[in-house]
């Protein structure tokens, strides 16, 4: 009880100091306010992932009833992912925003915002009263508008924050659809009710109540087709922000997902169905349009799509495997779903900071651009290496884990399925393969194209590392990844609870694993030991024989032509020229050329614009028949303040007189009727 | 351990009989069989030059590249002995491993910033994406066959019994020979003797490579091909006993690498734009496998 007393204290005291203090202090309260929260937080985390649950009452008022608050090993998990990311995402928006130091009020909010939406995360992981629950939804989405829009002076941030916040609230209305549904039901807004509800009711009731319940989360986590309001926020927001974004905020869709399935009781495996097809969907079209976009973070954007639908792949099993009472199947799945979430977590925003020096070093994030900056920025090239090795999936890094669970997991329910799921599942594979592939096309792409070669146009004269500070988080993150790569029996040891949870073993006297994984996992952690240990001794020898030889630097090869000016480079754009024309007839790419022709040519130009199909079809050409509709109506409003006062009497006048013409028309009736 | 040394004994000799199978074919009499060794030692020996462009992406890749070859071969068993690394999902470790050292070689391509070596990046990073499904679902197919998920247990467990199975080994090595031809950058797919930049996919990526790298590099195309040559035999040799089965072993790997000869001495390159569907078709003839097995094993009542 203390503990939530205390957090909300440091929460309040923090947001009405900030405004008072100089900018440097700002970001040194904000910090200190995370830190402790984090350790109120992060200590009662810990201690549900060996086993216990916490559970607090508050009185509440009477508009929302007793607020029951239960922080249980699956809320751990996200709220130890939500404290990581949060210091670490302050601890580098801590040095990011140095370059906005006199914009004072503006940072004043950006921090109220920033502990808001950190508070909002937590709270949400752990409330249980669907009144509060919307409300502090609400504050998260609102705080993250405000940690959005940063930039506001720019035209395409506050358009790009206006569309989350529009989508953020058709999220909110299917949320509050279903919850009213269920309080009108039950009478009550804890969700133990909605949990008995569901378990004494019919399941097509219940299926109902969960896709309404996915879709309100699905469009907070992003999963395709709810996806459009995502690659227009990632990149308007402050890199910190675009980390945090897609670390934790769009997570906690997937948090309210899993709490959905934990509540209510439903036919897992039709839900395991929908959430494979719906995710494996978004997992290749979000890699398939990454691929194609100029924008570094808007490539980064979409590949947050894209692993949400791994996330997802990963809760689908679990489904099936919950509806199919086979808990190594759940295990596997469930447990790959929420490692896939922390790795993400860390590799995503790892590659946002990076690209975040990047853009404070050359101020641009169009990628066709730049080039060669690894030589001037060695370190943020190296962890951002990493991070697109470990996003990939690739070992030795954490993403190659939780892929590899969801494998085993997808493998494993191969050997006892219908024909139904089979198919359902080796296309799954055929999936999450072909988002690998397309993931590795991506990511060579954007570190190729950003980090080696020449500069690709006229960079900034200074272009230098940043200051070390400002690298410190990074590498903690990258400890991170590395430690998951390296010893994922130790990472499995903590998913146990949360996996437990989810999977619905309530015992946890022998482990939810099944024995070949764990030994799978410790084979891993040594296979990627012999190769760190393969690839060192083969570097060393190769060190020792090249001293001795002779190495000469020249020019890079050139087909006998010895000045290539770096204008000859392979493009971005080039780069994916074969995939895009593969795939032509499902992208949507939008060109401007002007090819050089004539005897004496003049210049020429060539522009591409991808686009996002599903995006054409589901919001710009609904809202354009829309407005079209609403143009019709366009002359009554004209101006006239006269006339809009007619409007205004014509009203009352309506108002009173419909009942009394109402009541005629039932006389009318009756009349007619006694004829 | 005995599938290590077997494997790097049959990569010794496998490129030079490609080597020499061409030769023959067109009328010459050829180098020795261990003429593409005596290169690599040769390379060994030899200094390196470097782009002024490059960082130490290029410096590390090859390494890099190598002993992820090396990290693969280990997985591979051998009979009923199992690898040095094996677990259940050990294809998928052999799979991912092997874009390791993939990712570092397109990076290590773009790392020169020639526009010939990102064409091939290009082309490389797009050209293995598809051959990557066609081997998952095979595996995944095997794997409902047997009732295991790793590769000695698959293997050992693998019984040729009824016609069907004849039909689905037989697209299996279809679909795994496939594989390695196009991982390993061979005809249809990929010219390795070609000699224009604009035409190359996989040769054009090491242009500037020298010296040691360029020995690794090349070493580890020679253990890779070997590899998916073990790969195969262990598609058909599951239990024999050892005495038979390294004789046997040996003349699978002679085999392919003659089979590869002979469709290099006689085929033409496909059409770049033709690669992608062709590799595609890859993936459907492993679904047809797929679906093969589901019949086998009843799955379709």
Same mark, same amino acid.
């Given at each position: 009880?203390?503990? =939530?007393?205390?957090?909300?204290?440091?929460?309040?005291?923090?947001?009405?100091?900030?405004?008072?203090?100089?900018?440097?202090?700002?970001?040194?309260?904000?910090?200190? #306010?995370?830190?402790?929260?984090?350790?109120?937080?992060?200590?009662?985390?810990?201690?549900?992932?060996?086993?216990?649950?916490?559970?607090? @009452?508050?009185?509440?008022?009477?508009?929302?009833?007793?607020?029951?608050?239960?922080?249980?090993?699956?809320?751990?998990?996200?709220?130890?992912?939500?404290?990581?990311?949060?210091?670490?995402?302050?601890?580098?928006?801590?040095?990011?925003?140095?370059?906005?130091?006199?914009?004072?009020?503006?940072?004043?909010?950006?921090?109220?915002?920033?502990?808001?939406?950190?508070?909002?995360?937590?709270?949400?992981?752990?409330?249980?009263?669907?009144?509060?629950?919307?409300?502090?939804?609400?504050?998260?989405?609102?705080?993250?508008?405000?940690?959005?829009?940063?930039?506001?002076?720019?035209?395409?941030?506050?358009? @790009?924050?206006?569309?989350?916040?529009?989508?953020?609230?058709?999220?909110?209305?299917?949320?509050?659809?279903?919850?009213?549904?269920?309080?009108?039901?039950?009478?009550?807004?804890?969700?133990?009710?909605?949990? #008995?509800?569901?378990?004494?009711?019919?399941?097509?009731?219940?299926?109902?109540?969960?896709?309404?319940?996915?879709?309100?989360?699905?469009?907070?986590?992003?999963?395709?087709?709810?996806?459009?309001?995502?690659?227009?926020?990632?990149? #308007?927001?402050?890199?910190?922000?675009?980390?945090?974004?897609?670390?934790?905020?769009?997570?906690?869709?997937?948090?309210?997902?899993?709490?959905?399935?934990?509540?209510?009781?439903?036919?897992?495996?039709?839900?395991?169905?929908?959430?494979?097809?719906?995710?494996?969907?978004?997992?290749?079209?979000?890699?398939?349009?990454?691929?194609?976009?100029?924008?570094?973070?808007?490539?980064?954007?979409?590949?947050?799509?894209?692993?949400?639908?791994?996330?997802?792949?990963?809760?689908?099993?679990?489904?099936?495997?919950?509806?199919?009472?086979?808990?190594?199947?759940?295990?596997?799945?469930?447990?790959?779903?929420?490692?896939?979430?922390?790795?993400? #977590?860390?590799?995503?925003?790892?590659?946002?900071?990076?690209?975040?020096?990047?853009?404070?070093?050359?101020?641009?994030?169009?990628?066709?651009?730049?080039?060669?900056?690894?030589?001037?920025?060695?370190?943020?090239?190296?962890?951002?290496?990493?991070? @697109?090795?470990?996003?990939?999936?690739?070992?030795?890094?954490?993403?190659?884990?939780?892929?590899?669970?969801?494998?085993?997991?997808?493998?494993?329910?191969?050997?006892?399925?219908?024909?139904?799921?089979?198919?359902?599942?080796?296309?799954?594979?055929?999936?999450?393969?072909?988002?690998?592939?397309?993931?590795?096309?991506?990511?060579?792409?954007?570190?190729?194209?950003?980090?080696?070669?020449?500069?690709?146009?006229?960079?900034?004269?200074?272009?230098?590392?940043?200051?070390?500070?400002?690298?410190?988080?990074?590498?903690?993150?990258?400890?991170?990844?590395?430690?998951?790569?390296?010893?994922?029996?130790?990472?499995?040891?903590?998913?146990?609870?949360?996996?437990?949870?989810?999977?619905?073993?309530?015992?946890?006297?022998?482990?939810?694993?099944?024995?070949?994984?764990?030994?799978?996992?410790?084979?891993?952690?040594?296979?990627?030991?012999?190769?760190?240990?393969?690839?060192?001794? +083969?570097?060393?020898?190769?060190?020792?024989?090249?001293?001795?030889?002779? +190495?000469?630097?020249?020019?890079?090869?050139?087909?006998?032509?010895?000045?290539?000016?770096?204008?000859?480079?392979?493009?971005?754009?080039? /780069? =994916?020229?074969?995939?895009?024309?593969?795939?032509?007839?499902?992208?949507?790419?939008?060109?401007?050329?002007?090819?050089?022709?004539?005897?004496?040519?003049?210049?020429?130009?060539?522009?591409?614009?991808?686009?996002?199909?599903?995006?054409?079809?589901?919001?710009?050409?609904?809202?354009?028949?829309?407005?079209?509709?609403?143009?019709?109506?366009?002359?009554?409003?004209?101006?006239?303040?006269?006339?809009?006062?007619?409007?205004?009497?014509?009203?009352?006048?309506?108002?009173?007189?419909?009942?009394?013409?109402?009541?005629?028309?039932?006389?009318?009736?009756?009349?007619?009727?006694?004829? | 351990?005995?599938?290590?040394?077997?494997?790097?004994?049959?990569?010794?000799?496998?490129?030079?009989?490609?080597?020499?199978?061409?030769?023959?074919?067109?009328?010459?009499?050829?180098?020795?069989?261990?003429?593409?060794?005596?290169? +690599?030692?040769?390379?060994?020996?030899?200094?390196?030059?470097?782009?002024?462009?490059?960082?130490?992406?290029?410096?590390?890749?090859?390494?890099?590249?190598?002993?992820?070859?090396?990290?693969?071969?280990?997985?591979?068993?051998?009979?009923?002995?199992?690898?040095?690394?094996?677990?259940?999902?050990?294809?998928?470790?052999?799979?991912?491993?092997?874009?390791?050292?993939?990712?570092?070689?397109?990076?290590?391509?773009?790392?020169?910033?020639?526009?010939?070596?990102?064409?091939?990046?290009?082309?490389?990073?797009?050209?293995?994406?598809?051959?990557?499904?066609?081997?998952?679902?095979?595996?995944?197919?095997?794997?409902?066959?047997?009732?295991?998920?790793?590769?000695?247990?698959?293997?050992?467990?693998?019984?040729?019994?009824?016609?069907?199975?004849?039909?689905?080994?037989?697209?299996?090595?279809?679909?795994?020979?496939?594989?390695?031809?196009?991982?390993?950058?061979?005809?249809?797919?990929?010219?390795?003797?070609?000699?224009?930049?604009?035409?190359?996919?996989?040769?054009?990526?090491?242009?500037?490579?020298?010296?040691?790298?360029?020995?690794?590099?090349?070493?580890?195309?020679?253990?890779?091909?070997?590899?998916?040559?073990?790969?195969?035999?262990?598609?058909?040799?599951?239990?024999?006993?050892?005495?038979?089965?390294?004789?046997?072993?040996?003349?699978?790997?002679?085999?392919?690498?003659?089979?590869?000869?002979?469709?290099?001495? /006689?085929?033409?390159?496909?059409?770049?734009?033709?690669?992608?569907?062709?590799?595609?078709?890859?993936?459907?003839?492993?679904?047809?496998?797929?679906?093969?097995?589901?019949?086998?094993?009843?799955? /379709?009542?």
């Amino acid at each position: 009880m203390n503990a =939530v007393i205390i957090f909300i204290v440091v929460l309040v005291l923090t947001i009405f100091l900030v405004p008072f203090l100089n900018v440097k202090w700002k970001g040194i309260v904000l910090l200190t #306010a995370i830190a402790i929260n984090t350790m109120i937080s992060g200590n009662i985390a810990i201690l549900t992932l060996i086993g216990q649950t916490f559970d607090y @009452a508050l009185s509440g008022s009477w508009s929302t009833g007793p607020i029951h608050l239960h922080i249980d090993a699956l809320s751990g998990w996200f709220m130890l992912i939500i404290n990581f990311v949060f210091l670490t995402g302050g601890f580098y928006g801590f040095s990011y925003m140095k370059a906005y130091r006199n914009q004072k009020s503006n940072l004043s909010i950006h921090a109220i915002a920033f502990i808001l939406c950190y508070s909002a995360l937590i709270s949400l992981s752990v409330i249980q009263n669907s009144m509060v629950f919307l409300i502090a939804w609400e504050i998260m989405a609102l705080s993250a508008f405000l940690l959005v829009i940063f930039e506001h002076e720019k035209v395409m941030t506050i358009k @790009a924050g206006i569309n989350y916040l529009i989508q953020s609230h058709i999220s909110i209305v299917f949320l509050m659809l279903g919850f009213i549904w269920m309080a009108y039901r039950t009478g009550s807004y804890d969700f133990s009710a909605i949990s #008995a509800y569901t378990a004494s009711h019919n399941s097509a009731n219940s299926l109902v109540l969960f896709i309404c319940f996915f879709i309100g989360f699905a469009i907070k986590a992003g999963f395709v087709p709810f996806h459009s309001w995502l690659p227009y926020a990632h990149p #308007a927001a402050p890199s910190h922000i675009s980390g945090i974004m897609s670390g934790v905020i769009i997570k906690i869709g997937i948090f309210g997902i899993l709490r959905m399935l934990m509540i209510i009781n439903t036919d897992y495996t039709y839900v395991g169905y929908f959430i494979l097809v719906i995710s494996g969907f978004s997992g290749l079209y979000g890699v398939m349009l990454a691929i194609l976009q100029h924008n570094l973070k808007k490539l980064l954007a979409y590949h947050s799509i894209e692993n949400i639908g791994i996330i997802g792949i990963g809760i689908g099993v679990g489904c099936i495997g919950l509806g199919n009472n086979n808990l190594i199947l759940a295990s596997l799945g469930f447990a790959g779903a929420l490692l896939h979430t922390l790795n993400h #977590a860390l590799f995503k925003s790892l590659l946002f900071y990076a690209t975040g020096n990047v853009y404070q070093a050359v101020h641009t994030l169009n990628i066709e651009h730049l080039g060669g900056l690894i030589k001037k920025m060695p370190q943020t090239a190296a962890l951002f290496l990493i991070s @697109a090795i470990a996003i990939c999936g690739i070992p030795p890094f954490n993403g190659f884990i939780s892929e590899f669970i969801i494998y085993t997991g997808l493998y494993q329910s191969l050997q006892d399925a219908t024909l139904v799921s089979l198919i359902l599942i080796i296309f799954s594979i055929l999936g999450l393969v072909v988002i690998g592939g397309l993931a590795l096309f991506c990511f060579t792409k954007a570190f190729g194209i950003v980090f080696l070669g020449n500069e690709r146009s006229k960079l900034p004269e200074k272009i230098k590392e940043v200051p070390f500070i400002q690298l410190i988080p990074l590498y903690l993150i990258t400890i991170l990844i590395l430690m998951i790569g390296i010893f994922p029996d130790l990472f499995m040891n903590l998913l146990l609870e949360p996996t437990g949870l989810l999977a619905g073993k309530k015992v946890i006297s022998t482990s939810v694993f099944p024995v070949t994984t764990i030994i799978a996992m410790q084979e891993i952690s040594w296979a990627t030991w012999l190769f760190i240990l393969v690839a060192l001794l +083969v570097f060393v020898i190769r060190n020792l024989v090249m001293n001795h030889r002779k +190495v000469e630097t020249l020019s890079t090869w050139g087909c006998g032509y010895s000045v290539p000016s770096s204008k000859l480079q392979y493009t971005a754009g080039s /780069f =994916v020229r074969t995939y895009s024309k593969l795939y032509g007839s499902i992208l949507l790419t939008y060109r401007k050329e002007k090819e050089i022709s004539g005897i004496f040519p003049t210049s020429g130009h060539y522009e591409s614009h991808p686009y996002d199909k599903i995006e054409k079809w589901l919001v710009d050409k609904p809202i354009k028949a829309y407005k079209s509709l609403m143009g019709k109506f366009l002359f009554l409003q004209n101006g006239k303040l006269q006339i809009y006062i007619l409007y205004g009497i014509i009203f009352i006048i309506l108002t009173i007189s419909i009942p009394l013409i109402y009541e005629k028309l039932f006389l009318f009736i009756d009349f007619l009727k006694q004829l | 351990m005995l599938s290590v040394i077997l494997i790097i004994l049959a990569g010794i000799f496998f490129t030079g009989i490609v080597i020499r199978t061409k030769s023959i074919a067109s009328g010459r009499k050829g180098p020795g069989l261990l003429q593409p060794i005596k290169d +690599v030692i040769r390379l060994f020996k030899k200094g390196s030059v470097y782009s002024e462009t490059t960082s130490f992406i290029f410096q590390i890749a090859p390494t890099i590249y190598f002993s992820s070859i090396i990290m693969a071969m280990l997985v591979v068993p051998f009979g009923q002995s199992k690898g040095l690394i094996s677990f259940n999902g050990d294809f998928i470790f052999f799979a991912y491993v092997l874009a390791l050292g993939k990712f570092f070689s397109i990076i290590s391509a773009l790392d020169t910033g020639s526009s010939f070596e990102g064409m091939g990046a290009s082309r490389e990073a797009l050209y293995s994406m598809f051959a990557e499904p066609a081997f998952f679902i095979l595996m995944g197919s095997l794997a409902i066959l047997t009732g295991f998920s790793s590769f000695q247990e698959i293997f050992s467990a693998l019984h040729l019994g009824s016609y069907v199975s004849y039909a689905i080994a037989t697209l299996a090595t279809f679909v795994l020979l496939m594989v390695a031809m196009v991982e390993n950058s061979r005809m249809p797919i990929d010219d390795p003797k070609t000699h224009l930049e604009l035409t190359m996919v996989h040769e054009v990526m090491i242009l500037d490579n020298s010296g040691f790298d360029l020995g690794l590099i090349l070493t580890a195309g020679y253990l890779k091909f070997a590899i998916f040559g073990a790969l195969i035999f262990n598609l058909f040799v599951g239990m024999v006993s050892y005495q038979y089965a390294i004789p046997l072993f040996f003349a699978i790997e002679a085999f392919m690498a003659v089979l590869v000869g002979l469709i290099e001495s /006689f085929m033409a390159r496909f059409r770049m734009s033709h690669n992608a569907q062709f590799i595609v078709a890859l993936t459907s003839v492993a679904l047809l496998i797929f679906f093969g097995v589901l019949l086998v094993s009843g799955k /379709f009542l």
